[in-house]
């Protein structure tokens, strides 16, 4: 009777633990977060205004080719890449690819407003600190559409995995393991320092870059990091290529593990026969 009554104690107590604390610690160690959809809801709605290519090429070259260079159509960058990194600490990236990796209308509010498009308000207010790519929020809607229009028309129709990471995260961030070096000094700009991405697939997963990519205010509230909006094939290509880097074995891990089963099976039934055996003996 007094082994029963321990028990039961014991089986409270470690039930009140398990189901009293630990969706509490999980709670705060792995908050809940809220898939990415890829749709910016918070964002104006600027695309839903129509845009004009043609017009889009002209307002282009008049505001965004100081900084920016368009490869695609011959338009080359008018600063020298170390003046630009030595200036915004960051190299403006080409927007050759730009219509194709960014979702339109987070392009479109990350032209008109960059902070509250990349959600880093709370960094860099626009009146005493100003971000290293300019708003345009006194463009019209419908000029900014017509920005956004034009990349999309000169944009490739496909991008390989590793251009896609490079377009849209290389300017901050380095890749040592595919040799890719960082190619700023975003230090001094955004007060924080983008951490190599070799191994991010491994110490992060999957689960978390899916989310935290699409909105990293959720992972790390106050980060410096950006939101990238890209598109849901774009963030895609990304992950497959930070796997490709960063756990080149996993498909080989993968196909080897039935066969790895399949042997632990066999020796658990030759273990019950060997069973069998000794106890017929003892018999
Ligand atoms: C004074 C220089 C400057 C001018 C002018 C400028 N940009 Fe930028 N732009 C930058 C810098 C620096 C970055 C890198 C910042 C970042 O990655 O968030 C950037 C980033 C971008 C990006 C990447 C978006 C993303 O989500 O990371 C796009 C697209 C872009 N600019 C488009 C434009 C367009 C279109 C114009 C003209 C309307 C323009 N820029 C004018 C400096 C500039
Ligand atoms: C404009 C610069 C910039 C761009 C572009 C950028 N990042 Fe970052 N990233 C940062 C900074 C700065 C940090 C460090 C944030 C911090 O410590 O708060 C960071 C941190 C991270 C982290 C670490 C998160 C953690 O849990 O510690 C990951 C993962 C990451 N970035 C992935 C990406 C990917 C993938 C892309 C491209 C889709 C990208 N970043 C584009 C600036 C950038």
Redesign the pocket.
Known sequence: MKELKIFGVVTFFTLVTYWGVEPLAHSIFHPHVEPADFQFKDLEKITETKGDATKGKEILSQNCVGCHSVEKVGIPAQVDKQTAIDSYG?FPPDLSTAGLIYESNYLANFIKHPTKAGKLEHKYDGVNKFYIMPDYSWMSNEDISSIVEYLKSIAPAKLSNKEVFVD??G???SMKYDKLPAVSD?TKV?A????D?SM?IRS?GEHY?TT??NDPQK??HG????R?G?TEEAQKQ?ITYLEEIGDSKKAEREAIAPYVLGFLGFMIFISLLWKREVWNEVK
């Open positions: 960051v849209a995260c300017r901050c961030h975003v955004m924080s320092t983008p951490p991405l991010m992060r870059l935290f990519i992972h790390l980060t410096a990091m950006p990238v890209l990304v």
